[in-house]
Every structure is written in structure tokens, then in C-alpha cells.
């Protein structure tokens, strides 16, 4: 059983930064894909970036130039760091990956930005 667990999540003032992590029990180059979601309250889940097994990188528009995924290997780590955040980035943020046909998640960690 594939288990993803973040962790980095935090109250940060809008400007600041915060790093979220993501170790993953498994080889992650295993995965067709890895990627960062966010839920915020009453929204639904979106997507924010997105890293596939061959190291290509995607950023949804409402991050593009503030954010940043990265993966180290050696570690079975995806990372999201995170900068310039704004208010409207408060949200649960959850790591995915994919593998086949099988989505697995991780359990999330709260972000919240103070205005």
C-alpha cells in the first residue's frame, strides 16, 4: 500500500514562504506522476503543480512564478515551496500520485495566510 505523507504546512503572513514536503513509501520514479493539490474552505480541489516521471513540470496559472515542485530521489521526496503567498492560497494542501489507474493522496496539511 502506497502511503504519502506531507508535511510543512503553517501560519505565514502574506509575503512570506513556506516548504511542503511529501515522502512517499515507494520509489517515486515508479509513478506516472506526482503533484500538489489545494482544497480551500467551500471550494473545490485544484491542482496547483505537477512533476511526471520524466522530471516535466507544470504550474497552474493561480501559482505560476510563486511556487516551485521539485523532487529529490535519493529521499522518495516531492517538495512545493512556496513563496510570495497570498491570502487566497489558504487551504489544505494535499500531495497525489499516480500510479496506473490508482490515485493515491496523502492526508494533507493546513496553510493558512494571514492578510
Known amino acids: 500500500q502506497v502511503q504519502l505523507v506531507e508535511s510543512g504546512g503553517g501560519l505565514v503572513q502574506a509575503g512570506g514562504s513556506l516548504r511542503l514536503s511529501c515522502a512517499a513509501s515507494?520509489?517515486?520514479?515508479?509513478?506516472?506522476?506526482m503533484g500538489w493539490y489545494r482544497q480551500a474552505p467551500g471550494k473545490q480541489r485544484e491542482r496547483v503543480a505537477r512533476?511526471?516521471?520524466?522530471?516535466?513540470?507544470y504550474y497552474w496559472d493561480s501559482v505560476k512564478g510563486r511556487f516551485t515542485i521539485s523532487r529529490d530521489n535519493t529521499k522518495n521526496t516531492v517538495y512545493l515551496q512556496m513563496n510570495n503567498l497570498k491570502f487566497d492560497d489558504t487551504a489544505v494542501y494535499y500531495c497525489?500520485?499516480?500510479?496506473?489507474?490508482?490515485?493515491?493522496w496523502g492526508q494533507g496539511t493546513q496553510v493558512t495566510v494571514s492578510s
Open positions: 515507494t520509489n517515486i520514479l515508479t509513478f506516472n506522476d
Open positions: 497525489a500520485a499516480e500510479l496506473g489507474a490508482h490515485h493515491y
Open positions: 512533476i511526471t516521471y520524466d522530471g516535466t513540470i
